[in-house]
Structure formats: C-alpha cells, structure tokens
C-alpha cells in the first residue's frame, strides 16, 4: 500500500504531526508515505488576500519541515517502519510558477505534487468561498480550470498532478460530454511526462466519488499516463483512507501498476 498525499499541522488546515501520520501508515500497513504540506505560497498573492495564509505553510517554516520529515524518514527506516518520502505540494496557477520553482530548488524533494487551487485569486476549493460559483458559468469555468491544470502540467515543475477534477469538489459539474476537456487534459499530462494522482479525498466532500471520476481515469489510461495513491489526509486517522476503493477504480480502468517517486524519479509497484 502507498499513500503519496497526507497534509500535517503545517499546512494550517490540518491536524497530527509528521510523527503521527507514520504511526498511522505502521497500523495501516502502508509501505509508502509521502508527507506533501502545501508549499508555501508566495507573498503577492497573500498580500492581495492575507486569510489564504491559512492555507499552506509560511515560508519561514520550510527549513523545520524538511529536517522533520527527514528525520521521521530515518527514525522509521531504522525501526522497521515505513519509507517516508519528502514530498510538497505546490500551487502552480497561471503567473506563480518563477515563485514556486524558486522554492522547490532550495530541497531534496523526493516527489512534488502539482495542484490548481486558485482561478484569478479565487480559492475555488474553500467551504467559505463556495459563493463564488455564482459568478460563473459552469462550463467556463471548467475550461478555464483545465486549461490552468494543462498549463500547470506543462510547467515542468511537478511530478504529479493533484486531484485532477477539483473542480467538481462542491457538485457544480456542467451538462454535456465533459470527455473532449478528460481527452486533451489526459494528451497534455502524457506529454509533459507527468503522473495522476487517484485521490480518495473526493469520497468525503460533496461530490462524493475519487478524484478522478472514471470517465477522467479511463481518458488517463487511454493516453498512458502513469498514476499514483494518495489520500489527501489532513488528519491521521485519514491516512490510507478508501485505499481498496482507489485501486479497484483503478484495476477497472486497465492499471495493473501505480507509481512512486523517490528523488523525483518515479518506479511502478504492482497494484
């Protein structure tokens, strides 16, 4: 078992240590944990709305987090625990990209998951900013976050994509066949030689089912993008959540194997 997306206290949205989250994955049986807080984000877009402070770590903290989960690598490897893995999660909306490739240089990261949590400013993906998706068109708006989720693929600064259809989080999914946006967001990923994560964090928000959906995951399949597990946890009784109902989604799409990455190259683990 893997599990290559959990958020600690750091991230300010989030509870547990780095030290719980790998108690949790030992009583789980997960092999494979990557600890991803979020990146800190950059100081224009905190200077533009300061509450999204409360979303990712502050920058001044980087350093303590990165000699944390190193040394909860080296204490769980010593003990016949699981690997721990150094990973982060990094915002790569439209014009942060200098920002974010700046500070993913300063560390060893082993995998670097890439994620759209903003359209113009708009965290889309805040219980307490669902009012915003009344000044949009749905289809617009799913536009616009694949073209930003392609662009953010394309930047070269991610290993894997992260929670592919976000967008869906709160239910609001345009009529119509959604698969031409799937078709040229899975060419885009194949291209730029960037994995997918399944995200079992869907299952617990409104929408209700994996991040991807399995229309998206197939698209995936069908154009050979290389997939990942995460659960998103953002506590440690979440950690390896819906584990069998992400590789059984996968399995149905036609994966017999997922990826993970150590130093930023990826090796498959059968499923």
């Given amino acids: 078992m893997i599990d290559l997306h959990v ?10 240590t780095v030290a719980e989250y790998v108690a949790a994955a030992s009583a789980r049986g997960i092999g ?8 800190p984000l950059s100081p224009e877009l905190i200077a533009r709305d300061p509450s999204v402070a409360a979303y990712a770590m502050p920058e001044a903290e980087l350093g303590a987090y990165v000699a944390e989960v190193t040394a909860a690598r080296d204490e769980a490897a010593a003990a016949g625990g699981p690997e721990v893995l150094l990973g982060v999660e ?44 009344a000044s949009w068109d749905v289809r617009e ?47 885009a990923f194949a291209e ?14 409104p929408c209700a089912e994996l991040y991807p959906s399995a229309p998206f995951l197939g698209a995936l399949r069908r154009a ?16 390896g959540s819906a584990y069998g109902e992400a590789r059984a989604a996968l399995i149905e799409a036609g ?13 498959e683990v059968p499923l």
């Fill in 7 to 16: 958020h600690t206290w750091r991230c300010r949205h989030a509870t547990g």
């Fill in 141 to 187: 708006l799913w536009e616009r976050y694949f073209d930003d989720l392609i662009a953010a693929s394309a930047s070269g600064l991610a290993d894997v994509v992260g929670h592919a259809d976000l967008v869906k989080k709160f239910g609001c999914v345009p009529e119509g066949d959604l698969a031409p946006l799937y078709e040229a967001a899975a060419a």
């Fill in 224 to 239: 050979g993008v290389p997939v990942t597990i995460g659960s998103d946890a953002h506590a440690p009784a979440e950690v």
């Fill in 32 to 39: 494979t944990i990557a600890i991803t807080d979020h990146l």
């Fill in 192 to 205: 730029a030689a960037v994995a997918v994560e399944v995200n079992t964090a869907g299952l617990r928000k």
């Fill in 255 to 267: 994966y017999s194997s997922a990826v993970v990455f150590r130093s930023r190259r990826a090796e």
């Fill in 90 to 133: 990094a915002d790569l909306y439209p014009g942060n990209e200098a920002f974010a490739g700046s500070v993913l240089k300063r560390c060893a990261f082993d995998v670097v998951i890439g994620s759209v949590h903003f359209v113009d400013g708009w965290a889309f993906d805040d219980p307490d900013r669902r009012a915003g998706y």
